[in-house]
Structure formats: structure tokens, C-alpha cells
């Protein structure tokens, strides 16, 4: 049988339970993986980790599982925060944990809590600016003023992290093993960010300048050490998304999410986390400038039409 025929023959059915169990086991990973130290005696800071289901939340843990010093973490809505704070010290009880409520598009807090970094801990190692909001409105509804505000909290809140956990990342203190400048900062973009046909114009256009943040920020700190790369997302179920999840299990159609993509499947919060490890480790130390897409092949492919072949 070519290997056509073969996948014309795996039903959507089939192709859907052989997802569900694979998220499944992916959900897992920090129940089943021994713990690691990629990130021990790293502090870093993440927002948007407020949400039950999303990147930021299932990056803290992951940080945590690899041994991060202590974890900065933040989000404008509190209501998740204090649960999140004591699942960690709980599970990982080595790892601190501080978190705050607060905009990340604001600079004062996000300058304040890389000071706090560096007043209690000396140093600040990585920044994963991961907070963000999506649109959906059709050009005809959006209003300067949405546009504005997509942008200040999808694009400033990566400019800021950039600049002002640039200037912590160069400061040393070799009474806490700082020798050196360095650092890793991760900006969540998206893949509605490098092309077309993934989200509304003002949140396309909010993420496809971060990944010119994170493609023009290099140059500026050359030779400091500092690394810059956004992650841009597929289509991933978390809190953003959600809805889009719930509407099509209950109209039986849930086997159709992803199947654009050449994996054919939807991604979950950890496997970005994953990526945002790889760049917040040493592991990723050449790794620099570069707009990193998480997405199941979907932005290297036309999209894929099921059963159908080019
Ligand atoms: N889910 C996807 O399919 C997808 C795809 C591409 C990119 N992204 C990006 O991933 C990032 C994380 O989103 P998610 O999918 O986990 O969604 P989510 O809604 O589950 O989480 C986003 C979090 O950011 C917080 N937040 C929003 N605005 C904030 C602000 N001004 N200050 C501080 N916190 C704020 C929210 O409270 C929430 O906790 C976002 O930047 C999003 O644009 C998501």
C-alpha cells in the first residue's frame, strides 16, 4: 500500500483518538519526567500566568520542574495566582516563588520587579514576557482605540521586558555566582505574526512586531550575552482559545481543530512551555534573534486538506 493510501485509510475518527491520547500523555510530562537542573540558579520572570489552561501557568511549573532559583510571577488578573504560587512551593519545594498583579504593559512594574530581582536574589537570568490578549473583530469594527491597546499590551509589554530586563541581565555580583552579563528574554508572539489568516489585523500586526523586537533587539546588546527569541504559537488550547475547543465538542467536530497543519492535530500549553525551557536554558546558548514557530508545521506548509494530495 503508498504511503497515500495509508493515511487516506486512518479515519478522522481514529486520527482524533490517536490525538487526545498523545495531548494526554504530553499533559503529563511533569507527573511522569524526573526532575531536571537546566534552569538551577536561574531567576526569571514570567507573565501572563494567571490562566488556568495557558502557556504562562505551564511555563512557571516547567521553570519550577528544572530547578529555577526563583520564579517572578505576574498577571493583571489575581484570581489564579495565590493557587499557583502554593501548587509550586508544594510540589517544588526549593524553588521560590514570588508573584504580582500587575499590567505588563506598564513600565513601572515591570522595571520595579526586575529591581526586586536584582535587590533579592542579585541577579536576573531569564524573562519569558508571555502576556497578551487577542481580538477578534473584522477591520470594519476595530477602533483606533482597540488597535492601541492590542498593541500596548502584545508589543510594548515585550519592549519593555526587553529593555529593562536587558539592563538587570548585565549587572553582575559574583556573591551570587553573577560573573558575567547574560541572560535569556522570550517574547510570546504568534504565528498570526508571520503570516496571514490567524487572527484579526491589530493582533497580527501587535505580534509580527514582536518578532521584529526580537529580531532587531540582538544588534542593539551585542556582545552583552543576551539572548532575544520570540515563540510563535500555533493554535494551542488554553484560556485564549478555549471557546473555539468547547464550541466544536459540542457540535461533534473536534477531530477537525488542527487538521490544517501537517501534524494534523491542536497543541496544548506545555508543549510551548517546552520551547520556552529550550530558550530560557543554556541549552539554546547560540540560539539568538530568531522568530522560533511552535506550530505543527503549519507556517511551513500550505495547508494541508486532508486526504487530498498536491
Ligand atoms: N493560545 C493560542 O493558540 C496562542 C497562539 C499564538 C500565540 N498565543 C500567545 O500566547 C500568549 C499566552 O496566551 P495563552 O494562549 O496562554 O492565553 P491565556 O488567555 O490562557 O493566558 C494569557 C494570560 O495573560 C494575562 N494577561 C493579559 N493581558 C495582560 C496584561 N496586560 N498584563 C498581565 N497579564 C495579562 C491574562 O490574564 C492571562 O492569564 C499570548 O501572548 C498569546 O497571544 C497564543
Known sequence: MSGYAKVKGI???????????????IQSQLETKPRGGKLRNKVCVVTGVGSLLGIGRASALTFAHEGAKHLYLLDYDPTNLPELKSTIEKKYPDVKVTTLQADAADEKAIAGICEQALREEGRLDVFFANAGVATREHLDDVSPETFMNTMRVNTLSCFLAVKHAS?????????????????????????AGLLSGAGSIDYSASKAAVNSIAKTSPYQLQRTNIRINSL???????????????????????????????????????EIANAALFLASDDSSYVNGQNFAVDGGLTASMPVVPGRWA
Open 11 to 25: 479515519s478522522n475518527a481514529d486520527h482524533y483518538a490517536t490525538t487526545t491520547a498523545r495531548i494526554q500523555q
Open 167 to 191: 539592563a538587570a541581565m548585565q549587572k553582575t555580583d559574583s556573591s551570587r555566582g553573577k560573573n558575567e552579563s547574560g541572560g535569556s528574554i522570550i517574547l510570546t508572539a504568534s504565528t
Open 232 to 270: 510563535c504559537p500555533g493554535l494551542i488550547e488554553t484560556g485564549m482559545t478555549n471557546f473555539t475547543f468547547e464550541y466544536a465538542r459540542q457540535k461533534g467536530s473536534a477531530g477537525k481543530i488542527g487538521q490544517l497543519n501537517p501534524l494534523g492535530r491542536y497543541g496544548v500549553a506545555q
